[in-house]
């Protein structure tokens, strides 16, 4: 990653060079200023504080993830956005309930994802924000404290994680450091956290081969919105089955949105086409027809199993 130049604001200095292991860094303890001044309730998830953990590999990470209680969000977004920072686009059309708001900084070589909710944890906002904010604990990054979660708590994220998109090969290989290096929580603790978020059911094959003196047929089934995320492999599934879902009368245009897709939400994938000619966004929309119409044989056997 080359060095960017970046004028951040306020209190947090003038232009500085920057590059993605420093911005990692730098973001937590931006985010931590401006949760500490505003009385705002944010814990990390994963990245530098699970690694720190022995729960995740080294490897770098290109976002800061963080939950936040959900009163406290859009205080943290409007203090970012005072910062210079913007909501990414997203491909998001109704297909299934959003889980998070991505921001990005022009100039700023890591995005700070900010959860309401985590997938896998089955319960209420609310109650899953409890459990893992009770969970917290205090690094550093960046020079500063801020908060990460417990061993407990940080596996059973990393696990849920690892689970939802199964077939992902970064995925597959996150399990397997999970289950042969990362410390495995004593089961009462474990038990008793995925009891409190609701995760039983989704950390059910993650639970057998990490603890096999558990008897796994006694956990509870996942939901099935866990069970369309982690073995759908093909994105155009989800915008199959929201299609099924809708009225008749307003299929056609949902369809049509799916086809041609507006600059937004193609900026999704390329946050420079947010401002690129109009023949550049069309031919991102002839390319990503032609990607989906290319897998739409194993998408639609995907959406007949998903049904």
């Known amino acids: 990653m080359g060095k960017l130049n970046l004028h951040i604001g306020h209190e947090w200095g003038d232009s500085v060079d920057l590059r993605l292991r420093e911005a990692i860094q730098?973001?937590?303890?931006?985010?931590f200023d401006l949760a500490e001044r505003r009385?705002?309730?944010?814990?990390?998830?994963?990245?530098?504080?699970?690694?720190?953990?022995?729960?995740?590999?080294?490897?770098?990470?290109?976002?800061?993830?963080?939950?936040?209680?959900?009163?406290?969000?859009?205080?943290l977004i409007?203090?970012?956005?005072?910062?210079?920072?913007?909501?990414?686009?997203?491909?998001?059309?109704?297909?299934h309930p959003l889980h998070s708001v991505t921001l990005y900084h022009p100039n700023w070589p890591a995005d700070i994802d900010i959860h309401h909710s985590y997938p896998g944890c089955?319960?209420?906002?609310?109650?899953?924000?409890?459990?893992?904010?009770?969970?917290?604990?205090?690094?550093?990054?960046?020079?500063r404290t801020?908060?990460?979660l417990d061993v407990t708590a940080t596996v059973l994220v990393q696990a849920l994680h690892a689970l939802r998109e199964a077939h992902k090969t970064s995925n597959i290989a996150e399990l397997d450091y999970l289950l042969t290096h990362a410390p495995v929580p004593a089961w009462a603790d474990f038990e008793s956290l995925?009891?409190?978020?609701?995760?039983?059911?989704?950390?059910?094959?993650?639970?057998?081969?990490?603890?096999?003196?558990?008897?796994?047929?006694?956990?509870?089934?996942?939901?099935?919105?866990?069970?369309?995320?982690?073995?759908v492999s093909e994105p155009g599934v989800f915008r199959l089955l929201h299609l099924q879902s809708l009225p008749w009368k307003d299929r056609p245009k949902y369809a049509l949105r799916g086809l041609f897709p507006q600059r937004e939400q193609l900026a999704?994938?390329?946050?420079?086409?947010?401002?690129?000619?109009?023949?550049?966004v069309w031919a991102a929309?002839?390319?990503?027809?032609l990607h989906f119409l290319k897998r739409l044989p194993r998408a639609v056997r995907q959406w007949r199993n998903a049904r």
């Open 122 to 143: 089955e319960v209420g906002q609310l109650a899953a924000f409890d459990a893992l904010w009770a969970r917290r604990r205090p690094t550093v990054m960046g020079e």
């Open 194 to 231: 995925a009891r409190q978020t609701g995760s039983l059911g989704p950390l059910r094959s993650f639970i057998k081969e990490a603890y096999p003196e558990v008897d796994h047929h006694l956990l509870p089934a996942p939901g099935d919105s866990w069970r369309q995320r982690s073995e």
């Open 39 to 75: 009385g705002l309730r944010a814990v990390i998830l994963k990245g530098p504080p699970a690694t720190e953990l022995g729960v995740r590999s080294e490897r770098p990470s290109s976002d800061i993830d963080l939950l936040v209680d959900r009163d406290d969000i859009a205080p």
């Open 26 to 31: 730098l973001s937590a303890a931006l985010v």
């Open 285 to 289: 929309r002839l390319s990503r027809l």
């Open 78 to 95: 409007d203090g970012l956005e005072d910062l210079g920072w913007l909501e990414r686009p997203t491909t998001h059309d109704g297909e």
């Open 268 to 280: 999704a994938s390329d946050i420079t086409l947010l401002n690129a000619p109009a023949g550049r």
């Open 146 to 148: 801020v908060l990460g």
